[in-house]
């Protein structure tokens, strides 16, 4: 799930990405808007404050998963404070394959697709920019794509 709000230009932003088993909401927030797209099947399940703060059991259960949206919110964070686009790009690329990544024989594969766009909006800088950014990883040979136009990272000893 993409994780996103809008800024007073109208533009998206992109603020995390959900994976499997992790928690957000409304209720985690204090944006005015909050967004959630499915960028692949998924299966949603439904859990009221309520319910968490009168079970020790979910609240138990629930806080790691917490914890780690934190984390991921943190890093987000911290990629946007990085002074150089480039600099961003890589600890984003790091993050999601952290997060996202599956090995496969030329790397690790992200298994999910995000637009160029949306890897901007997460990078603070635009879609130009981060066209050319990739272009250029392509050509040295740090990224590639694989049918499904899904990014590939080579690993890196």
């Known amino acids: 799930m993409k994780l996103s709000t809008y800024c007073e230009t109208g533009e998206e932003v992109l603020i995390g990405l959900a994976t499997a088993g992790m928690v957000f909401g409304s209720s985690l927030t204090s944006l005015d808007i909050y967004q959630a797209t499915a960028l692949a099947d998924v299966g949603l399940v439904s859990i009221y404050a309520t319910e968490i703060s009168a079970s020790a059991t979910l609240s138990h259960i629930l806080l790691p998963k917490i914890k780690q949206r934190l984390q991921q919110t943190e890093s987000f964070l911290a990629i946007s404070g990085r002074r150089r686009v480039q600099d961003r790009l890589q600890h984003l690329l790091q993050l999601l394959k952290r997060e996202m990544g599956e090995t496969v024989l030329e790397g690790t594969r992200l298994n999910v697709r995000l637009t160029h766009e949306d890897i ?10 981060i066209t050319r950014l990739m272009g250029k990883l392509q050509e040295e040979g740090i990224i590639s794509f694989d049918l499904k136009k899904h990014i590939i990272l080579r690993d890196v000893d």
Request: aromatic share 0%; glycine share 0%.
């Open 120 to 129: 901007a909006s997460a990078c603070c800088t635009t879609r130009v920019t």
